[in-house]
């Protein structure tokens, strides 16, 4: 059949469907730029693939708040996905506004936050329905029971309202989500909001995702509240064919995987990993997200299949440089396996982003005081940086002060330390971190934590050096000033002298000029 057939038919059915609004909130507030949502694309793909017309703004979108105005007024329903963070306050705004407009529209949430607080997410006055976990299925029968008016008391795993009443239905199973139909990239407008930032500008990389779930316990996750220790994961042939249609729609020259965890089944990694190299496919993978030691416990095999494929960097939750620490997180993993798959990377090539949590409440297992327990801490941090360092200087760092996520087994360590949550939507949608009272933390430290990424860690890893190249003269003089501190910022680092951080000032206030008045105008 003529594919120019199949497009006009497929419009046609379309036309004569009310289209969806599905709007991925800021995550940031200072964001300028919001990557696409997948898990919106994820919950569009069943109505899309019947005929639905699905209009999808994103909140870096040009004019956001006006499409979503003028879209929200004949759609069949409005759904948001958010998390606990800004995207709260973001959708509350947009929520807002739409009801106030259009009293009669339907506003449907979804994501970590309503799935963890779904009684407080309806309980709010302009939300109607809370979809509670595993979205896909949920979201496409209510979308088919709104169409053709049926009642919502059949559908499993939401709450909703009827009257005056709030219904609760029971728990949906967890599904496989080889069930569901490819993820519809095509209705995000914006073709360079699917890829990913790069250092080389002529990348295309796709943000992608393969599996949902994760069957691990660490204890300040939200995971395993909104999936309980499950995970789905896409077939070896699924995720091949997505990544052909990636090549051929898109051109790309990488993916993105965004997975909780993508190394899960090192078989299904191995199938992966041939089924590309027996379609010649040739692209890289960058940032796949993994546990050290199960990385560490992969066949040299797996590693040869990895090499071939072209595997760049992986993303892995090292979390803490103290052994202790690590057993308080429930990490099931040690700092020593973030020592050996340093090295183990460096043979294969591959880079690895770090990510650590500073910041947490005091352990109880502890007998030292918070202030002791901070303190060695930040130490084996340093430690362990240091280690790494001296290993490779090609890998980067993420650093996260920890923040409660509620429901979670870490917060109610930090509700017994002083720690109040939101007792409302509205009262989430104006919590910060700050205001939430983590008590247990010092501002010193705070301060150190961000000197750490802004400071230390580029200079460390020479990342600052190489960022630098692109920008031109700008750049160059860039360089003269990073190598001027370079010095006396290493031996702040050496002597592990932190007062007085005019450097750290200097760079900070630096940065802030050149976003200001050079990098725009380059």
């Known amino acids: 059949i003529d594919e120019t057939f199949i497009n006009r038919h497929d419009s046609h059915i379309r036309s004569m469907k009310k289209h969806i609004v599905l709007y991925n909130p800021r995550p940031v507030k200072e964001e300028t730029k919001t990557d696409v949502s997948l898990a919106l694309l994820s919950v569009a793909a069943i109505p899309y693939s019947q005929g639905y017309p699905i209009k999808y703004v994103n909140s870096s979108n040009n004019n956001a708040m006006d499409k979503v105005m003028q879209l929200s007024k004949?759609?069949?329903?409005?759904?948001?996905?958010?998390?606990?963070?800004y995207q709260v306050k973001d959708a509350i705004d947009v929520t807002r506004k739409v009801k106030t407009k259009y009293p009669g529209a339907i506003i449907v949430w979804g994501g970590w936050h309503p799935?963890?607080?779904?009684?407080?997410?309806?309980?709010?006055?302009?939300?109607d329905i809370v979809v509670i976990g595993q979205g896909q299925r949920t979201f496409a029968e209510i979308v088919e029971a709104l169409d053709n008016g049926?009642?919502?008391?059949?559908?499993?795993?939401?709450?909703?309202?009827?009257?005056?009443?709030?219904?609760?239905?029971?728990?949906?199973?967890?599904e496989d989500i080889n069930n569901f139909p490819p993820l519809p990239y095509e209705i995000v407008e914006s073709e360079q909001e699917l890829f990913a930032n790069s250092e080389n500008p002529g990348d295309k990389i796709i943000f992608y995702y393969t599996s949902q779930g994760c069957p691990h316990r660490c204890k300040f996750c939200a995971d395993p509240l909104v999936y309980k220790h499950r995970i789905t994961m896409l077939s070896a042939e699924r995720v091949v064919a997505d990544i052909e249609r990636f090549v051929k729609k898109y051109n790309i020259t990488g993916v993105h995987c965004v997975d909780t965890n993508?190394?899960?089944?090192?078989?299904?990694?191995?199938?992966?990993?041939?089924?590309?190299?027996?379609?010649?496919?040739?692209?890289?993978?960058?940032?796949?997200?993994?546990?050290t030691?199960?990385?560490?416990?992969?066949?040299?095999?797996?590693?040869?299949?990895?090499?071939?494929?072209?595997l760049t960097s992986i993303f892995v939750g090292a979390e803490s440089g103290s052994e202790d620490t690590m057993r308080y997180l429930q990490k099931d993993a040690t700092v020593r396996d973030t020592i050996e798959l340093t090295k183990k990377c460096k043979q294969q090539g591959v880079r690895i982003c770090y990510s650590f949590l500073l910041g947490l409440p005091p352990n109880p297992n502890?007998?030292?005081?918070?202030?002791?327990q901070i303190k060695e801490e930040w130490n084996a941090l340093v430690n362990l940086i240091d280690e790494i360092v001296a290993i490779t200087k090609e890998n980067t760092f993420v650093t996260n002060v920890y923040k409660p996520y509620p429901g979670t087994a870490m917060e109610e360590i930090c509700r017994k330390n002083g720690y109040k949550e939101p007792d409302t939507l509205d009262g989430w949608a104006n919590y910060t971190t700050d205001k939430g009272g983590l008590t247990w933390l010092p501002k010193r430290y705070?301060?150190?934590?961000?000197?750490?990424?802004?400071?230390?860690l580029p200079i460390l890893t020479d990342e600052s050096y190489k960022k630098l190249n692109k920008y031109g003269v700008a750049g160059k003089f860039a360089r003269?000033?990073?190598?001027?501190?370079?010095?006396?910022?290493?031996?702040?680092?050496?002597?592990?002298?932190?007062?007085?951080?005019?450097?750290?000032?200097?760079?900070?206030?630096?940065?802030?000029?050149?976003?200001?008045?050079?990098?725009?105008?380059?």
């Not at 069949?76 to 958010?82: A, E, I, P, Q, S």
């Not at 191995?270 to 993994?290: A, E, F, M, P, T």
């Not at 705070?446 to 230390?456: H, T």
């Open 480 to 522: 003269l000033f990073y190598f001027l501190m370079h010095a006396t910022v290493m031996l702040r680092w050496k002597t592990k002298f932190y007062s007085f951080p005019i450097e750290y000032y200097i760079l900070k206030n630096s940065k802030q000029f050149a976003r200001k008045y050079i990098l725009r105008s380059s």
């Open 446 to 456: 705070i301060s150190l934590i961000n000197q750490l990424e802004v400071l230390y």
């Open 262 to 291: 993508f190394w899960v089944s090192e078989k299904r990694v191995q199938d992966i990993c041939r089924l590309l190299l027996d379609k010649g496919i040739s692209i890289k993978w960058v940032l796949l997200n993994g546990r």
């Open 150 to 174: 049926k009642p919502l008391n059949h559908i499993k795993g939401i709450m909703y309202k009827e009257g005056s009443n709030i219904v609760k239905t029971e728990q949906r199973p967890f």
């Open 293 to 310: 030691e199960q990385l560490l416990k992969m066949s040299d095999e797996t590693w040869n299949l990895l090499k071939k494929i072209n």
């Open 74 to 85: 004949s759609a069949l329903c409005v759904g948001f996905t958010v998390m606990t963070s």
């Open 115 to 127: 799935s963890i607080l779904p009684e407080q997410t309806i309980n709010d006055k302009d939300i």
């Open 366 to 372: 502890s007998k030292a005081p918070h202030s002791v």
